[in-house]
């Protein structure tokens, strides 16, 4: 089975600081990896997402993520942090070679403080 | 180019009446998923639909979850009768067949179940 863990339900950061949401996963085989970022009274919004290749991908409005193999993690990262930022922030799984039904993390949200 | 649609938005009823969602996915997706997210926890999948053939129900909860995907479009999710526990966003979700490869989905706004 494929999980994935948030550890941290909020997280606090002022603006114009570097941002970091965590996320570590449990899949056996190769992982796809994704955040997916949900603003208020909105719809969950693709952020960005690990295949295959550099372990570091970019994404949508400034973000990144690291995928670490040994650390089974794929944190969510931004260098300065914007008010705008501010979201609920889902990590997700699948597997590859598998049923490509992606396995969703308990979100975490991002306040970013002006 | 549309998005996801899903009504209603919010829907209040009481224990033991029955309650229908409804998604409306990008036209040409031939994959709909339905989601459950309940309060602060982890968006669970309930079921994905290839066109009209559900394709994997391993997450629908029990028999009193009922969901359809006529002639391929729009899909409904019913519960009947609610419970408590039944209370939570449904997320409903598309994607082409490059999407269902790699996991991508399009998801709708949610529509929230509080059940009385």
């Known amino acids: 089975a494929q999980s994935v863990a948030q550890p941290e339900d909020q997280v606090n950061v002022a603006e114009g600081n570097p941002l970091t949401v965590k996320c570590t996963y449990s899949?056996?085989?190769?992982?796809?990896l994704f955040w997916y970022v949900q603003y208020p009274n909105r719809g969950l919004q693709f952020l960005l997402k690990?295949?295959?290749?550099?372990?570091l991908v970019k994404g949508s409005y400034g973000f990144e993520a690291e995928f670490n193999k040994s650390q089974t993690s794929f944190h969510l990262k931004k260098p300065s942090a914007l008010v705008s930022d501010s979201a609920l922030y889902f990590c997700?799984?699948?597997?590859?070679?598998?049923?490509?039904?992606?396995?969703f993390g308990r979100g975490t949200s991002l306040i970013v403080h002006p | 180019e549309a998005g996801v649609t899903q009504f209603p938005s919010h829907s209040v009823i009481e224990k033991g009446q029955t309650v229908t969602l409804r998604c409306d996915p990008i036209?040409?997706?031939?994959?709909l998923y339905w989601y459950r997210r309940v309060m602060g926890k982890e968006i669970k999948f309930l079921l994905h639909?290839?066109?009209?053939?559900?394709?994997?129900e391993s997450g629908m909860p029990n028999n009193r979850f009922l969901a359809e995907r006529t002639g391929g479009t729009y899909s409904t999710l019913k519960v009947q009768p609610a419970e408590l526990e039944d209370s939570g966003v449904y997320f409903c979700?598309?994607?082409?067949?490059?999407?269902?490869?790699?996991?991508?989905?399009?998801f709708g706004e949610g529509s929230r179940l509080t059940v009385l």
């Open positions: 979700a598309s994607s082409q067949d490059q999407g269902r490869r790699t996991g991508e989905l399009f």
């Open positions: 899949v056996s085989g190769n992982p796809y």
């Open positions: 690990y295949i295959t290749g550099d372990n």
């Open positions: 997700a799984v699948t597997l590859s070679g598998g049923s490509y039904i992606p396995t």
């Open positions: 036209s040409g997706h031939d994959n």
């Open positions: 639909f290839v066109k009209e053939s559900k394709q994997d």
